[in-house]
């Protein structure tokens, strides 16, 4: 099947045309480009939330319980967890996977987990065609999980309208949180297994340093914190109100024109990253004869890497010029 | 101060020089690849070992202890901690600082922590360059600390010669690893906080994963598992003689060569990745005129993305071949 019928399929709602492009996206496969520009022109419409926070603080759970609070509202939900310990990317026990058993059987709900390292590449790149590939699959909210931790590849901020920081009480998970840097990024916070002794010491803790940092691009907007058991469903619907506010906030106060330009960007810079990354490890191939600069290093002119990523960066700008000269053709 | 009174100073033996050497590598800073070139010339000699594992399992503990016992058999060490939440990154309460405080006033010990996001960019070519930097500057060992989940930019085992994997007892932290990916990656692996009733089962259950796992590369080596109290000092000279006896055991085999040329692989990759990805977003900022791309999405040449990162490609190489256009002069 080539993209052409899995875009039909995809514009006519089949899931299983859905499943196939966001795999496409995964190993950057022979005709994804033609196919993300045309996906891209029916993008626009989902409200894209992220949901992010350290493991073990319930991530999946309150994703698990949004998606049925919003279908409860009737909006179509798309899920893509990007979190490698996430029931959903099949890593969890069998009791997690039986919680989301009744999520999968909902034909407007779809469900998918997106590798990690190891993949052809890009986890960054491939979870912005993902969403954009269930944009156009017309998923009202489009829910991206994800861990938060300071090293992370992804930076879900500049990826979603609407983040929502996940933490937990005890243990200093909040303070484990500034530490990450993720506490300077929510536009909501909860604070899950809210049924602990310390939760109302958690969320001053949280108020306490929103009140501290300086909110730079959206100052009218006040983070909230909400408490949740997700697990008992409790303060689901408090989140879903948030969750609707700050897109409201977004709209009313034309940030949403700022966030999707921040997204365009994080989508251009993701895919050059990528393809020139790609390019480059090509030409270092055991396949290539520019291998023998690693084996050369003693050779008069390769004496370091540095000279050696010189070598390979000139080659790879030179295949580029060579290939697009003259003719605009698309470039892998 | 310019990098050659840098390198004097580093070859002298001087802290400050090493680091404000490492500065220059997290900002890419001018004279930068030059140093590095003269840097490259005087590696090789250490033996570098990674320390990975979730946050909270005791790596800062246990890294601390590891490098009293190296300074025991007079060997120097540089410690480089890129985990955020890391008492040497300065994240931790004061008590792990007051911990660390006899470390830090050996001169044989130099110890450096990494900013994680938000730098100028490339953990991985900052990391890499301050591992060879330590290597010039002669420490015998250098320990790299990092969190090793699935979404980490870092492919530290990629850097190091030695990956110890540690993880804990109880609440199924050696199932996360699994999940995350680093279970797989281990030279060596410790159960720290083995004092824990369910030490010996962790332990079980690593080694039965051992098992079942393929050895690619080193089939001749079966990573041990160790347990350590690393607080109370307790099996952590067992984890030094594994962690010499895997050095022994990839010097005997030949493996050190294919780990060095894994490493330069690595190191020319990251370098590439960085200098690109810096010179396409120079070429995106706002200063650039190719911003309105962004803008100008809906105009006819420019609907998405992908076209977008067509055309900064094509300019982003265009620059590169006209500045090394006959004169082979070092890209930037």
Redesign the interface.
Known sequence: MNYKELLTGLFNGESSAASRLITMAENRSQGL?EA??EI??HTGNAHIIGITG??GVGKSTLTGKLVKAFRALSRSVGVIA?D??SPFTG?ALLGDRIRMADLVCDREVFIRSMG???GAGG?AVAT?DAISILDAFKKDIIIVE??G???????IDKFVHTLVVVTMPGGGDAV?CV???ILEIGDIYAVNKADHPEAQRAVADIEFMIQLKKVAENKQWKPPVVMTVAIENRGIDILVEKIKSHYNFLVDSGIIKLKY?QR??A???S???N???RR??EL?SEKCEQYK???G?SSEDI????????L???Q???Q??NE?AGNGN??K
Chains 1, 2 share one sequence.
Request: proline share 4%.
């Open positions: 480009s993300m520009k891209y022109k350290a493991p990007i490698p310990s890593g990690t390292r190891g986890l912005n994800t861990i931790v300071g090293q992370d590849e992804i930076e484990q530490k990450a840097g330009i365009v960007r989508q251009i810079m895919i050059i990253e393809r020139l990354s480059a490890k270092l600069l690693i084996f290093m004496t370091d890497p540095y000279t050696a990523a010189d390979v960066i000139r790879l700008c030179s580029y010029m697009s698309e470039l």
